[in-house]
């Protein structure tokens, strides 16, 4: 009690003061009788004083900062009844690490717990008695070995799983209890104890569907021949070198390393993965491979089903659909894909490695997952160091190429939140929605970013801290300079489009449908105005020659197109490549040429001309014929006559579109940017037709 004192007593003293009714405290009002505590009691705790009726559950108070000393709060309400000084003991722990966690208790609701979870010690400290033992360390050591012989050992068999789980993690709390109150006395009996509880506990975790590592009675999903298959499938570990434990800064005495069951097990210490994301992947790969399989032998015989195995094409089935846009994505950039299988591989345990390497970056990947190319990226690079360590066999142990001060989220930690904390930038750069599209990039501008070869230069592999896509867009270019020392490094524009809001875009959005109508209403005005002003006028050779000038309208109404594309993607002018930057260039410089050419040619061809048609005609020289205009119609609306013919044969145009050949995509440069989605998206013919 006395180093209970000693080392709470600042908090304490500040916990009473507020419990007491000091100068600034609420005033607490008088008990209304017998009162039930909810969960809404977490921020009314500061007026407890342990005088209060009614049963109180401190895991229900516990602020969200001080999380972990959750379980710690369970074990003593469990306990409760059976050893009350072992149940003060482990609250004694809990709130030693809540102080340790917070000690100046500036969290939410942080200093109302402590002060309910004080007054509850003080009372327990003078209520509860020991049982077993003169001293806590005596007491907290035998309770230790008499619960585990009695919970943990006897009924094994008959208890359910998810009993057995409450009681392993009891047990281990007490441990730690054990180890708070003796923390100078060598403990190598109950060390050795512990190691063992540990290893039993995984064998009783929490799962969703498929209870892969319960002991005791056998589920009868897991009797199914397709699930024992997949099971059987991915438990094939032979073969692959051992990582290398982290022995740094893991906690000594309690266990050598974790177990290695299956292939996502390997894959977890290899690439550092968190542990409860590899048990998630772990059944989703079990059910897929299982559903796959089922679907594509559903005509098989019971018997043969009782000794079934995964089959081949099961695999590869799954292969082609999980690695689809991988795949596509590595076409469209001109990449080698990284899925490279050994030539001496006799199993498809690396098909297998892949898949699973696959989901378990999507499990881990948060709101990434929003970036498929970007999980294409990092596969990309996670992939060939897959590759380089199955393929050579020359050692049987290895240094995983992720690791963190011994933690089990060192995936999430270096590859994961870095590009989150770049999403959560961004997002607080909008200010919800409030700021101009123009100032803020959302998951498809940082997605487009992976649509080019430069993402490889810039961000590198591990990914480069210092590359301009992880610059902080709330800097200032004063604080970049005054922590970079560089002025090179600048945050990452968007890549190809920035919304501009204007009622321009009615006519740049629908110029074909804007172009049709003022086109046929120019038709229409001059048919109308003709002497006879029936439709039938347009054979006339003046009012067709009249007619004839709605191209010279057409060519102001591509010049206006021309211009407003520039003029609407200037904010993303300088993110542009360079590509595409001359291809708004040369597309003005083209419609300017054709607003130049149609007018001249046209004037060539009218009689008697006057004022300025007389000088172009005579600029023109002797061609006193519409045969030049005609041409120079011809050769403008050539590449609509192209576009048309694609039109009508949309499976040919779709081929075309989605190609990556360079030849094929310099020859559709002038039509369209090059861009990863969206490629031969259109209706089928017969849809058109209709």
């Keep these: 009690l006395a180093l209970f004192d000693h080392r709470n007593r600042s908090v304490g003293e500040g916990a009473m003061s507020m419990s007491s009714g000091g100068p600034s405290a609420p005033q607490r009002q008088p008990s209304m009788g017998r009162r039930n505590i909810s969960r809404a009691i977490t921020m009314r705790t500061d007026g407890y004083s342990g005088e209060e009726e009614g049963p109180i559950i401190e895991s229900e108070l516990v602020p969200s900062s001080l999380a972990p000393i959750v ?29 340790t966690m917070d000690p100046n208790s500036s969290g939410r609701g942080v200093r109302q717990f402590k002060t309910y979870l004080l007054h509850r010690l003080e009372k327990d400290e003078k209520d509860t008695q020991r049982r077993l033992a003169s001293t806590d360390a005596k007491e907290i050591q035998r309770f230790y070995e008499h619960y585990c012989k009695k919970y943990l050992e006897e009924g094994l ?156 094409d099961t695999v590869d089935h799954l292969m082609k659909k999980v690695f689809q846009n991988y795949i596509s994505w ?161 945050r990452m524009s968007k890549t190809n489009f920035v919304e501009v809001r204007t009622f321009l875009h009615l006519f740049r959005s629908f110029d074909r449908m804007w172009a049709f109508f003022i086109l046929a209403f120019q038709a229409m005005v001059i048919i109308a105005w003709s002497p006879s002003g029936s439709l039938s006028a347009i054979f006339e050779p003046a009012v067709f020659r009249n007619v004839m000038t709605i191209f010279i309208t057409a060519a102001f109404l591509n010049f206006l197109q021309a211009t407003l594309e520039i003029v609407l993607n200037w904010k993303a002018w300088r993110s542009l490549v360079c590509s595409q930057m001359i291809r708004h260039v040369l597309k003005f410089v083209v419609a300017i040429g054709w607003l130049i050419i149609l007018p001249v040619t046209y004037s060539s061809s009218i009689q008697n001309p006057t004022g300025l048609i007389k000088f172009f005609s005579n600029w023109i020289g002797n061609f006193q014929s519409q045969s030049i205009y005609n041409f120079a119609v011809a050769l403008y609306m050539l590449p609509n006559i192209f576009s048309a013919l694609f039109f009508i044969f949309l499976p040919m145009r779709r081929a075309l579109e989605r190609s990556n050949s360079r030849i094929v995509r310099f020859l559709l440069w002038w039509t369209q940017p090059k861009l990863y989605v969206a490629r031969g998206m259109y209706e089928d013919t017969c849809s058109l037709l209709k």
């Excluded at 369970?74 to 102080?99: G, M, Q, S, W």
């Excluded at 009675?217 to 397709?226: D, F, G």
Aim: hydrophobic fraction near 35%; glycine fraction near 4%; proline fraction near 7%.
């Design 71 to 99: 379980p710690i709060l369970r074990a003593a309400n469990e306990i409760e009844d059976e050893n009350p000084r072992v149940a003060y003991l482990c609250r004694f722990t809990a709130f030693e690490k809540a102080h």
């Design 157 to 312: 068999q008959t208890r359910k799983p998810d009993e057995m789980a409450r009681y392993y993690q009891i047990a281990s709390v007490l441990y730690d209890v054990l180890k708070t109150v003796t923390p100078d006395k060598p403990n190598s009996e109950y060390d050795q104890y512990a190691k063992g509880v540990e290893k039993e506990k995984a064998s009783f975790s929490h799962y969703n569907i498929l209870p892969l590592n319960i002991s005791g009675p056998t589920q009868p999903v897991m009797e199914i021949p397709e699930i024992k298959a997949a099971v059987a499938l991915l438990r094939k570990i032979n073969n692959l070198p051992t990582p290398r434990p982290d022995t740094t800064n893991g906690p000594q005495g309690i266990d050598d390393g974790p177990i290695v069951r299956d292939l996502l097990d390997w894959l977890w210490q290899t690439f550092g993965f968190q542990k409860g994301n590899v048990e998630n992947q772990k059944e989703h790969l079990i059910l897929l491979l299982a559903n796959i399989d089922m679907r594509g032998s559903g005509n098989v015989h019971q018997g043969e089903r009782q000794n079934h195995m995964i089959q081949r």
């Design 330 to 490: 590595c076409r469209y950039l001109h990449l080698e894909s990284n899925i490279k299988i050994p030539h001496d591989a006799s199993t498809q345990q690396p098909e297998l490695l892949y898949i699973g390497l696959y989901l378990l970056i999507w499990g881990e990947a948060s709101n990434v997952r929003f970036m498929p190319e970007c999980l294409c990226y990092i596969f990309h690079h996670m992939a060939r160091d897959l590759y380089d360590i199955i393929s050579d066999r020359r050692e049987e142990s290895f240094d995983p190429p992720f690791r963190r001060e011994g933690s089990d989220d060192a995936f999430l930690q270096l590859v994961i939140q870095p590009i989150y904390n770049v999403i959560h930038n961004e997002a607080t750069m909008s200010k919800r929605g409030t700021v101009s599209h123009s100032k803020w990039r959302n998951y498809d501008d940082l997605n487009e970013y992976f649509w080019s070869k430069k993402c490889f230069k810039q961000l590198g592999w591990p990914m480069d801290p210092a590359s301009d896509f992880f610059a902080d867009p709330t800097k200032t270019k004063n604080d970049i300079e005054r922590h970079d020392h560089s002025m090179s490094r600048r």
